[in-house]
């Protein structure tokens, strides 16, 4: 699994797979996102530097999914992966996931990584736990049928 920057040019592509049935099922906005609106939003995501957003491909270069992670504060992250349609079932998920930490220790990005995952998402529960991730207590949580799950990473 290899990642590399999102660009602009990847926007028809993300938008495929965040408009993706299965994906709003389980995202915190479950409307289809229109083109123009997604387009502004990555233009933001790649102007930010609090903002890392990469492609996962595999070994012959195929996209297979999208990993982020957005700035919250000086020592913390929130993550949000993406396993592309065509790719699910096979496993994907957490090497996509274990690459995106490694890029983010790399870019000295250590600290706590927060994942934000409905609580009916078991695939997703089951990832993020395998990959060290425990759930964070939240009374009040502002996430409703979200679950929260922490993870310390230390500096690359």
Known sequence: MRLRRATEADGRLLLAWRNDPETRRWSHTTNEIALEDHLNWL??????????????????????????????????????????????????????????????????GGGTVLASVHEDNAASVALFRAAGYAEVRQPDSPTGRFRRLAKELEDG
């Open 43 to 108: 233009r933001g995501v790649l102007a930010s530097p609090a903002r890392e957003l990469f492609v996962a491909e595999t070994g012959d270069g195929t996209p297979a999914g999208t990993v982020r992670f957005d700035r919250l504060d000086d020592t913390t992250w929130e993550v949000s992966i993406t396993v592309a349609p065509q790719c699910r079932g096979r496993g994907l998920a957490r090497r996509i996931l274990a690459a995106g930490e490694r890029e983010l220790r790399d870019r000295g």
